[in-house]
T-cell receptor, first 114, second 116 residues
Framework: IAGITQAPTSQILAAGRRMTLRCTQD?????MYWYRQDLGLGLRLIHY???????GKGEVPDGYSVSRANTDDFPLTLASAVPSQTSVYFC?????????????FGPGTRLTVL | AQKITQTQPGMFVQEKEAVTLDCTYD???????LFWYKQPSSGEMIFLIY??????QNATEGRYSLNFQKARKSANLVISASQLGDSAMYFC?????????????FGTGTRLLVSP
């Protein structure tokens, strides 16, 4: 069982370029999330999706967009990257139906915007 | 206002000793959940333990236990018999149920270093 996969593992990107971070889960979780992790700030929620076809804004959504065409995939797009978007990006998923609803995290994507 | 506060940027403990990592939280929601995650140097986030706001007993998972003091709004993680592999960042997080959406708010983390 792979859990959550993210691609790419790392990327260096020129400012102004468009970039899509990919996230796929095989746990059939209904909810998915994107976080960014910056030193000294912990993880901050960018966007979320409670179910396929719906998305919502988190704490720091500006400059990012998401889509949820199906249960498994939740790509994050930076339309025009800026240096302040240099960060480690984590995708996560959870099953809202039961248990602790703990979130399972992918391995992260390290993005550097120059 | 910060909803999750971890006041210890770094902690040191000797192998086989116990260590407590502090976490205080702020919420007006009567229903909430508290989580601890471990992030080793490899970067992945690993779920450790969960405490629900209505749980009567403190949560335990192997060497991890959660010292939940609801009136004080604290949810400290206790690691017993520390091992070298426990060296990592530890994040406290709170789930709020707000308009049907379950959101996790994270603290800034505590870096734990276990020495031989």
């Amino acid at each position: 069982i792979a859990g959550i996969t993210q691609a790419p593992t790392s990327q260096i990107l020129a400012a102004g370029r468009r970039m899509t971070l990919r996230c796929t889960q095989d746990m059939r979780h209904n909810a998915m999330y994107w976080y960014r992790q910056d030193l000294g700030l912990g993880l901050r929620l960018i966007h979320y999706s409670n179910t396929a076809g719906t998305t919502g804004k988190g704490e720091v959504p500006d400059g990012y967009s998401v889509s949820r065409a199906n249960t498994d995939d939740f790509p994050l797009t930076l339309a025009s990257a800026v240096p302040s978007q240099t960060s480690v990006y984590f995708c996560a998923s959870s099953d809202l139906a039961g248990g602790y609803n703990e979130q399972f995290f992918g391995p992260g994507t390290r993005l550097t915007v120059l | 206002a910060q909803k999750i506060t971890q006041t210890q940027p770094g902690m040191f403990v000797q192998e086989k000793e116990a260590v407590t990592l502090d976490c205080t939280y702020d919420t007006s929601d009567p229903s909430y959940g508290l989580f601890w995650y471990k992030q080793p140097s490899s970067g992945e986030m690993i779920f450790l333990i969960y405490q629900g706001s209505y749980d009567q007993q403190n949560a335990t998972e192997g060497r991890y236990s959660l010292n939940f003091q609801k009136a004080r709004k604290s949810a400290n993680l206790v690691i017993s018999a520390s091992q070298l592999g426990d060296s990592a960042m530890y994040f406290c997080a709170m789930r709020e149920v707000n308009t049907g959406f379950q959101k996790l708010v994270f603290g800034t983390g505590t870096r734990l270093l276990v020495s031989p």
